[in-house]
């Protein structure tokens, strides 16, 4: 079997993501391997040129920032009390993208994402991350999908 040396597993802090997480986390104390948690900041939609009361684009987009930072913070506390070698990112742009790169950076040795497994007029609206990140990673990658109960 193949040695992971470093894991990125991405997290949106959904339901979806923390299924994911439970097995880049097992796979990861396996193999005795260092942990990427990566949560990417879908960059917003620039809203400059028209009216928003009460809150520059700039506020805005700090704030997105620092409410982002205190949940990776908590997702840590919570699910990595007990193992240490892990890094955490938060990197704004595009999700698949910035995925991609992030694990090229750190050299993943394999990308763990959760699928919401949306099908029909959802998935042709919304896309998939997962997909994306499945079709152009170089990295292998390990698709966690959650079932529906």
Known sequence: MKEFKNILVAT?????????????????????????V?????????????????ISFEKLEEEIEEGAKKMMEKFCRTHLHDYENYDSFIV??????????????????????????RTGLDHVLFGSTAEKVVRRSPT??????????
């Open 92 to 117: 704004p742009g595009i999700p698949y993208d910035e995925i991609i790169k992030k694990a090229g950076e750190e050299n993943a040795d394999l990308i763990v994402i959760g699928t919401h497994g």
């Open 140 to 149: 292998p990658v390990m698709t966690i999908r959650i079932t529906e109960s």
């Open 12 to 36: 949106d802090f959904s339901e979806s993501s923390d299924l994911a997480f439970d097995y880049a986390l097992s796979l990861a104390k396996k193999f005795d391997a260092r942990l990427l």
């Open 38 to 54: 990566v949560h990417v900041i879908n960059e917003p939609v620039d809203l400059r040129g028209f009216y928003v009361p009460h």
